[in-house]
């Protein structure tokens, strides 16, 4: 059974998905989502880094296919990658989620006959949009729940449902008995990228930031990252010198990561130049003081 994840940080570069191996990817789109903002939130695992998050007002979340020759709109926007099971339990191993919890849900969801973002989503539904009562749910089910990221279900468009993973805040991760990392650190709401260097202003958080950024790279907005930096110009010098050495080298790796040709990749994305200037990186790399005014 194969399984759509939507990536909202590191997940949405070749730099960042390198990390976990290659991919056998048969899709890969730029999602839309709606009614959320992206930050960054979480203590990552991997090092003294500030990893990103979602803020939800209310659940649950939906999206749209984003047309990489349309101009971005004022949504938050992260990449939809379609894999096999298998390959869905590595990237959860890698968000602190269990691979043998998420194929024990597998299990339920075959015995019900949905896929599992549509059995997530199902769960989603019963617990009345409630993300309390659902990671309960979930807990309960797969006998185990992740102080670092939880997956929740999209539903993209009407028919099609995908999964992302997001860090539980003071709502908590289901469990009486498993404290998130946000509750541990006092992390009760989303920080922006000039926020983020002020708490952590190290190599780490420097070059997760630029895992995040180079999305930018494939025509996904990094809009909103991007428009804080006009108030930490260091940082924003920093960020351009490190960018633009790994453009080039961007592409390489999201080919190898996901088994992409050239051709097919063209077909998700479109044009390399085009990519850059919807993205929001083109202007940023260019110099300009606020990369955005229509993204706020």
Known sequence: MDVTIIGHGSLMSGTGLAFSGVLHVMEARIIALENCRRGFAKLSKYGDRFATDLEVPQFPLHGRVADPAAAAQNTVEGLALTVRFEEACRLAKREGYAPEALQQLMEIARGEALSFAEFLWQLMLDA??????????????????SPHYIPHPVQIETAEYALLFLAPGTEGTGSVDVASVRQQTGIHSIMDTAETWRRKPNEDQLSYFVSCLLAGVHGISVHELLAPLVTEPTLAQQLRSRLASHLEEEVTRFLTTTGF?????HQAFGDAAAARTRSGLAEFLAGESSPVSSHK
């Open 128 to 145: 009345e949009h409630d993300v309390v009562y659902y990671r309960r749910q979930l807990c309960t089910l797969a006998g185990f729940t």
């Open 261 to 265: 040709t050239p051709p097919r990749y």
